[in-house]
């Protein structure tokens, strides 16, 4: 499905598929309403242990999953998740469970004009299943109607949605108008200064939960425009923007506006509690712009993009396109420690979050780990009582004293398409936390082609008789001459990361036991996960190479 081209007319960003501002529904909420007059089973908590990240060490205080900020919560009840209470959960119906994953799904392909409108972009498909209610990821997919290149982004918040869903909307716009040369930034302007309709600047693709905040719209705009005001000063005429540096001054760019906007307010009531909201949480964001055979990604947190590679044996390879900004990653340790005094080596990264509180190393918003403590504290008293009710709002990060801590500056990876690039996966870190990137490769991989790599059949260090060896032997045979039951990639790779067994299959009662977790303990057990799969012409790229263009 084609949405209308959004255009900026009398100041304002217009979309004739605006969307009211509603919280997109969850999937756990979906799972109550589907599971009226069915049988209710118990289960036990050692069938469903929960996620990696959420088990407790010993001596220390589990996770409650609501926050990336576990210290907000040392007042919450110590729960021990090893241990063997009683959860009431649901058997639901094959179709029940397809509901639900599908609830959120989408896809879109390029379409093409009499062979006139080739892509190296076949289409994309997309698709979001909840853990926090209201979920806290946020998808963008458009075209950039001025260049040839299109944009996918996977939005990661934290401490609330509002941010995730700023840049949701934001940021492409400051992308595309990065990318503008410096006669359509004149052009812009002087349609604004006359009060003319504006030339469309990107063709949105959205599923009609992906919303836009109608009330901010002119204070979106505003902003937007001083930004391109700003570019038309610093650019000469026949200036070509370099996209790299396009990508990285609109994420550093964005995040300052966010900053700005919070600390000056908005008469309007509502907005001043809006912009509050989205500077005090957090989003981390990974985009690729793809324009022709030539891919930038740029990334800043832990979501990631990888690189479907399909090898002359048919067989698919995962090359990864982006780096976790987390403990993980030593390079980032390095910068951080690089940043700040000596004396606060020992401070600023404890136990793997930056000043024990926050896994990403680089985010939007968060001012809490940005401004100085004066700031913050004038900024809070002028601002309405709603927002001291926020938990996030109420504390000053522990050894702050050489702010900034944190950075929305992406780290930028480009790569040139080959005709063997198949396909490109951006997903939240939830769902790299339960599938490793060769299996998502994989599994992709064998969706899109129809064909299924004879793994050897891997049972790790479970015991296993010859009586179940035949009915896992049995059930692989099925599965590789039965049809796919999804028509979209991102939900088939959905169903694998939430439902997937020790042998790696689908396993029903398990994947119908994780979506029918209540809303409070969803969480516990897996985290939001939202995933685009963009699907690549080889045929298209392979031309383009041979014609040399990039």
């Not at 217009?14 to 969307?19: A, G, H, K, Q, R």
């Amino acid at each position: 499905m084609i949405r209308s081209p959004v255009c900026i007319k009398g100041g304002a960003i217009w979309n004739s598929n605006v969307y009211i501002i509603r919280s997109p529904p969850s999937a756990t909420l979906m799972t109550s309403q589907l599971l009226r007059g069915l049988p209710r089973t118990k289960v036990l908590a050692s069938s469903l242990l929960p996620c990696k990240q959420h088990q407790s060490q010993p001596g220390a205080i589990p996770h409650q999953p609501a926050s990336r900020w576990p210290s907000l919560r040392l007042n919450c009840h110590s729960r021990r998740y090893n241990t063997t209470p009683v959860l009431h959960s649901y058997i639901l119906t094959p179709p029940q469970v397809n509901s639900i994953l599908k609830a959120n799904e989408y896809s879109f392909k390029v379409p093409e004009f009499d062979g006139k409108n080739l892509s190296s972009v076949m289409g994309f498909e997309s698709n979001q299943l909840p853990a926090n209610a209201p979920i806290e990821d946020r998808r963008s997919a458009a075209t950039c109607l001025q260049t040839r290149g299109m944009l996918l982004g996977v939005f990661d918040g934290h401490a609330g949605c509002a941010c995730a869903q700023a840049l949701s909307e934001r940021l492409f716009y400051y992308i595309a108008v990065s990318l503008l040369p410096h006669n359509t930034l004149c052009e812009l302007e002087a349609a604004v200064e006359a009060g003319r309709a504006l030339s469309p600047i990107l063709q949105w693709h959205k599923h009609p939960n992906d919303y836009f905040n109608r009330e901010a719209q002119n204070l979106y705009f505003n902003s937007l425009r001083t930004y391109w005001q700003e570019l038309i000063d610093l650019t000469s005429p026949g200036e070509v923007p370099d996209t790299r540096e396009a990508l990285l001054n609109a994420f550093k760019r964005l995040d300052n506006d966010l900053s700005l906007e919070a600390q000056v307010g908005d008469p309007n009531a509502f907005l001043h509690y809006w912009v509050l909201r989205v500077a005090f949480s957090g989003a981390t964001a990974c985009v690729a712009h793809v324009d022709g055979s030539d891919m930038f990604i740029a990334n800043a947190g832990d979501a990631r993009a990888v690189l479907g590679v399909q090898e002359e044996d048919g067989s698919f390879t995962a090359h990864t396109l982006s780096h976790d900004h987390n403990a993980q990653n030593e390079d980032e340790v390095a910068r951080i420690r690089d940043e700040h005094p000596p004396t606060e080596r020992k401070t600023v990264i404890r136990q793997e979050r930056l000043l024990g509180l926050l896994m990403p190393f680089r985010a939007f918003g968060d001012v809490k780990f940005k401004w100085g403590i004066e700031l913050q504290k004038r900024v809070l008293e002028s601002g309405p009582d709603q927002l001291h009710e926020n938990e996030h709002t109420k504390f000053i990060p522990p050894n702050y004293h050489t702010p900034p801590y944190l950075t929305a500056e992406p780290e930028i990876t480009y790569h040139k398409l080959r005709p063997q690039d198949r396909f490109l996966v951006i997903g939240s870190d939830g769902l790299w936390e339960t599938l490793h990137r060769q299996e998502v490769v994989r599994i992709v991989g064998e969706f899109l082609t129809g064909v299924h790599q004879r793994q050897p059949l891997k049972v790790g260090g479970y015991r296993v008789t010859l009586g179940q060896m035949q009915g896992l032997l049995e059930e692989r045979k099925a599965r590789a001459s039965s049809s796919f039951e999804d028509q979209n990639s991102a939900t088939h790779l959905m169903r694998h990361a939430v439902g997937n067994n020790e042998f790696g299959t689908v396993d029903h009662e398990r994947l119908s036991k994780m979506l029918s977790l209540p809303e409070e303990l969803a969480r516990m057990y897996r985290d939001d996960i939202t995933i685009i799969i963009a699907q690549f012409n080889p045929h298209v790229i392979e031309s383009q190479s041979q014609d040399g263009q990039p």
